[in-house]
């Protein structure tokens, strides 16, 4: 699993162009997409997983707090009560460190496929960039 700061770390240095090597630059540029692509979608599909971890763990922590888990998990973890109003319900289970955790990782991935959204965007408009060089560099040396 990739982390947020190895991906920054690899955008850093896959986002240069070598602009004495422009034909070889531009031949990269699919190369890029499928590695970033590759990226979003295993984020996305990890992304889906935490949403269903989250799912059960909200289902497992209402039974819990509702007093209507199977009485084994009170022997590990007692509760000594069983919350009926809804919103005091809600501060629990907003609380509660387990699905906070799921939460901050569900967070987390937001973060991460907004970032290789925004790198995907940007190996797009290579191409573009790549020609406005090309262009400059004509311009300049009075081809153009």
């Known amino acids: ?10 955008w850093s240095q896959d986002s240069k162009i070598d602009i004495d090597n422009l034909h070889t ?6 190369v890029l997409h ?3 692509f590759d990226i979003y979608n ?3 599909l990890l992304k889906k997983k935490a949403e269903q971890q989250r799912k059960n763990t909200w289902i497992q922590r209402y039974e819990y707090y509702t007093g209507k888990a199977d009485p084994e998990v009170y022997i ?3 509760f000594p009560r069983k919350i009926r109003e809804k919103d005091v319900l ?7 460190e387990s699905l906070s955790k799921i939460t901050l990782k569900l967070d987390y991935y937001d ?11 940007a190996i797009h ?11 400059f560099i004509k311009i300049s040396s009075g081809m153009g």
Not at 90 to 96: E, R, S
Not at 111 to 121: A, G, H, N, S
Not at 125 to 135: A, E, F, G, P
């Open 1 to 10: 699993m990739i982390d947020l700061e190895k991906l920054q770390t690899m």
């Open 25 to 30: 630059e531009s031949l990269n540029t699919p």
């Open 34 to 36: 499928a590695k970033y």
């Open 42 to 44: 295993n984020l996305k």
């Open 76 to 78: 590990d973890n007692p």
């Open 90 to 96: 809600q501060k629990y289970l907003d609380a509660d």
């Open 111 to 121: 973060v991460m496929i907004d970032y290789v959204q925004d790198i995907l965007k």
């Open 125 to 135: 408009n290579r191409t573009y960039v790549i020609k406005n060089s090309l262009d």
